[in-house]
């Protein structure tokens, strides 16, 4: 069942357009991320959605109700800002019971909202604080449940952890996945960080110069990458261009400029240029080539950089191509000029697209 419909939203500023036939339908109770690099136009679909920018054409409605011009007030959206935008001179109960007393509830359920809220993200022993006793993950709970404490259709999340060091950043991840399991209102988070949003979604819309590139799973844009932008922004790849070939068992995929040809047997792309792409965890490094079913390519190291578990080795192909490739951080195997082979099964290509 779908709850938010976004149909062809285009918007321009003047001669310059922001969003080019945005489309998404998102389902009731799902988790999804806007994710691309600034200027993409991530916020200003987020600030359309909020109803704090007008459309220049298209629609959005949410559960069959056209909202798309409806006032920010009367969409009944939560939102949770980047900077908390918390009241300095409220306590914590002041903060989360605000938006119920705009909407004039009873004493009664204010004070059951608040406290269900408190319970919610574990700050009920804080209830007389004001925000500036509270650390920032702290804040941003309050802000959380301040966004959530009137029952709203949809919660939005404007970067709501990029002003948090890492490892609070990912205790509040977990957190947010959890409440959004608990309470199944549907959350539309905006995010540059691509662990944030992969850990946290339930799908994810990649956009890049006001474009949706491709919307789906985690998994899906990971593996199977759509368009080249995409597999080149979400997680480490590379990419190489390819020629599809007929061989006696089906097709084959050429990498031009490396000199070799690459089974794939049977497949539905036809003849001609494509690209490819190898992600740098189904490379293998070793010093004598790999056995059969699996493609070695011999490679100079150029660098590695030690991470603890592995390494992650930039290695030069003969046909003077960087690639990098994960790797046992061994010392002295895989130093820095070290004559390697670099090794795949034809089954670890990917054709994007």
Same mark, same amino acid.
């Given at each position: 069942m779908s709850s938010l419909e976004i149909r062809k939203i285009n918007k321009f500023y003047g001669a310059n357009q922001a969003l080019f036939d945005v489309s998404l339908s998102i389902g009731k109770g799902e988790f999804v991320t806007l994710l691309g690099p600034s200027g993409s136009g991530k916020t200003t679909l987020l600030k359309i959605l909020a109803g704090f920018e007008h459309v220049s054409d298209g629609e959005i409605t949410l559960g069959g109700r056209n909202i798309t011009e409806l006032k920010?007030?009367?969409?009944?959206f939560g939102l949770v800002f980047q900077g908390y935008a918390l009241f300095p001179h409220m306590s914590v109960r002041d903060n989360i019971a605000y938006p119920l007393?705009?909407? *004039?509830?009873? *004493?009664?359920e204010i004070d059951q909202r608040v406290k269900d809220m408190l319970d919610l993200v574990q700050l009920t022993r804080f209830i007389d604080r004001r925000p500036n006793e509270l650390s920032g993950g702290q804040q941003q709970r309050v802000a959380l449940a301040r966004a959530?404490?009137?029952k709203p259709e949809v919660l939005l999340l404007d970067e709501p952890m990029s002003a948090l060091d890492k490892k609070l950043r990912v205790d509040l991840q977990e957190e947010l996945r959890q409440i959004h399991h608990t309470l199944g209102t549907t959350f539309i988070n905006v995010t540059h960080d691509q662990e944030e949003a992969m850990h946290m979604s339930d799908r994810i819309a990649v956009m890049d110069h006001g474009r949706i590139e491709q919307f789906d799973s985690a998994f899906n844009l990971y593996r199977n990458p759509k368009t080249r932008f995409v597999a080149d922004?979400?997680?480490?790849?590379?990419?190489?261009?390819?020629?599809?070939? /007929?061989d006696a068992v089906g097709r084959a995929l050429d990498f031009r400029g490396e000199g070799l040809e690459v089974p794939l047997g049977l497949t539905d792309r036809a003849q001609g240029k494509v690209e490819l792409m190898l992600r740098p965890e189904d490379l293998t490094i070793a010093t004598e080539p790999a056995g059969a079913g699996r493609i070695s390519l011999p490679a100079t190291v150029v660098s590695s950089t030690y991470s603890?578990?592995?390494?992650?080795?930039?290695?030069?192909?003969?046909?003077? /191509?960087?690639?990098s490739a994960y790797g046992a951080a061994r010392a002295g195997i895989h130093a820095d000029g070290a004559q390697v082979y670099v090794a795949f099964a034809p089954s670890d290509v990917t054709l994007i697209g």
């Open positions: 920010p007030e009367t969409r009944n007393k705009v909407r *004039r509830k009873s *004493r009664d959530l404490v009137f922004f979400i997680g480490k790849s590379n990419i190489f261009n390819g020629e599809m070939v /007929r603890g578990d592995r390494a992650l080795y930039l290695l030069k192909l003969a046909s003077g /191509r960087e690639i």
